[in-house]
């Protein structure tokens, strides 16, 4: 059997591997395929794909686009995404200066709850364009002003809390239109941890192509529930470990595995699209 995990985060976002670590790690755990998504950006795809290819493993330019729906967020997952498309380009570097700007808002919200944490701190240990709150926790463990990663979230960073500050989104419809024009398949992202299960019907019918059913954070309940979810919208089915390296604790890589029957369904999906639209 050929497994795949098609949700995966490297330096590029708030992961800690490199695209190379990443498919070490990947290797080390038999996968025969894997998409990266790193958050608003495409950035760590070339590396990754390089690297895939060096050890013959299939690789599924993708990314974790940051949208909103009915005044909730919602991760839509972008697969096969053509990572030269300006467009999509044009679109994440506008997000990813955003993100860049929320690390100051955050860090002058911090420090007025006397936590003295620069925003150039941040920045050099993120060292990629597309930071997030997780670089902020990091740094904020880093310059020894918290104890650890949670106490960060629960006291500063999580939604509500004194240096919580939204992120610019684009709403889940544009999302979906901008993954398609881009060549790409359009997947909702772990459903269950936002439950926001009243929303598919409106993304589906804004094109949605597919429901991440497997998650490391679904359990075997929710799973069902989306594969059943999945059968009633005639939605593709994918699944992934959403591991960010070692962020947190162990890896999670490995710890999802979708058989890869579901990849070859998303790539007929793609193929009878393309031939479709001729
Ligand atoms: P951001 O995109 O900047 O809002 O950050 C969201 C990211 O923060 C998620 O993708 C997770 O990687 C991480 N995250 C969210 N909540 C927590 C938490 N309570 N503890 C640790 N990491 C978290
Ligand atoms: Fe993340
Ligand atoms: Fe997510
Ligand atoms: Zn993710």
Same mark, same amino acid.
């Given at each position: ?49 390089? +690297?895939?290819? %060096? ?5 599924? =330019? @993708?990314?974790?686009?940051? &949208?909103?729906?009915?005044?909730? $967020? ?37 420090n007025k709850h006397g ?5 150039? +701190?941040?920045? %050099? ?5 597309? =930071? @997030?709150?997780?670089?902020? &926790?990091?740094?904020?463990?880093? $310059? ?56 598919? =019907? ?12 497997f998650h490391t954070k ?61």
């Amino acid at each position: 059997m050929k497994f795949a995990d098609l949700h995966l985060h490297t330096q590029f976002s708030d992961g800690t591997f490199t695209p190379e670590e990443l498919v070490l790690y990947a290797q080390k755990h038999g996968l025969a395929c894997i998409a990266l998504t790193d958050h608003d950006t495409v950035e760590g795809c070339a590396r990754a794909g390089a +690297a895939a290819a %060096a050890v013959k493993m299939e690789f599924i =330019p @993708g990314a974790e686009l940051t &949208a909103e729906h009915a005044d909730t $967020e919602v991760h839509i997952l972008g697969y096969f995404l053509d990572t030269h498309n300006a467009v999509l380009l044009e679109k994440l570097a506008r997000f990813q200066a955003d993100r860049q700007n929320r690390i100051h808002e955050m860090c002058a919200a911090l420090n007025k709850h006397g936590i003295p944490l620069k925003a150039e +701190a941040v920045f %050099a240990l993120a060292n990629c364009k597309s =930071p @997030g709150r997780p670089h902020v &926790a990091r740094a904020m463990v880093k $310059e020894k002003l918290i104890g650890n990663l949670d106490e960060a979230f629960e006291r500063f960073l999580k939604k509500g809390r004194p240096a919580w500050v939204p992120k610019t989104k684009m709403s889940a419809l544009e999302s979906v239109q901008l993954i398609h024009q881009a060549g790409g398949l359009a997947v909702m992202a772990h459903p269950g941890l936002n439950r926001t299960d009243e929303i598919i =019907p409106d993304l589906v019918a804004a094109g949605l192509d597919g429901i991440e059913c497997f998650h490391t954070k679904h359990s075997t309940v929710m799973a069902e529930r989306y594969l059943e979810i999945a059968e009633k919208h005639n939605l593709l089915v994918t699944g992934g470990s959403d591991c960010h390296g070692f962020s947190k604790k162990a890896p999670l890589i490995g710890t999802v595995r979708l058989p890869y029957e579901h990849v070859e369904r998303m790539k007929s999906f793609l193929q009878a699209r393309a031939t479709a639209s001729k």
